[in-house]
Nanobody
Framework: QVQLVESGGGLVQAGGSLRLSCAASGSFSSIATMGWYRQAPGKQRELVTSITSGGTTNYADSVKGRFTISRENTKNTVYLQMNSLKPEDTAVYYC?????????????WGQGTQVTVSS
């Protein structure tokens, strides 16, 4: 199994920055893609960004140029640097990871961290 622990959420003014972290631990052979989804009140969960173990990244159009995802494979940790934050970025951010465990590849989720951007 894979446990994901997130940190770094909070309240920030529009134009400010936050950095989220997500560390994976547990019994797994490998972690492939890691990333972040977010869910705003009354909206569906949406993919924000992802990164493969090789470093290939993908971003939602709404965050391109403002958010940067990175990871440290030796620490099984992924980071999300969020700059130029906007009120519409307000949401609960969920880390996810695709882990190889007994039985095959499975997707695991963090508990979520609140990001609130005030105008």
């Amino acid at each position: 199994q894979v446990q994901l622990v997130e940190s770094g959420g909070g309240l920030v003014q529009a134009g400010g920055s936050l950095r989220l972290s997500c560390a994976a631990s547990g019994s797994f052979s490998s972690i492939a893609t890691m990333g972040w989804y977010r869910q705003a009140p009354g909206k569906q969960r949406e993919l924000v960004t992802s990164i493969t173990s090789g470093g290939t990244t993908n971003y939602a159009d709404s965050v391109k140029g403002r958010f940067t995802i990175s990871r440290e494979n030796t620490k099984n940790t992924v980071y999300l640097q969020m700059n130029s934050l906007k009120p519409e970025d307000t949401a609960v951010y969920y880390c996810y990871a695709n882990g190889l465990v007994v039985g095959g590849w499975r997707t695991y989720w963090g508990q979520g961290t609140q990001v609130t951007v005030s105008s």
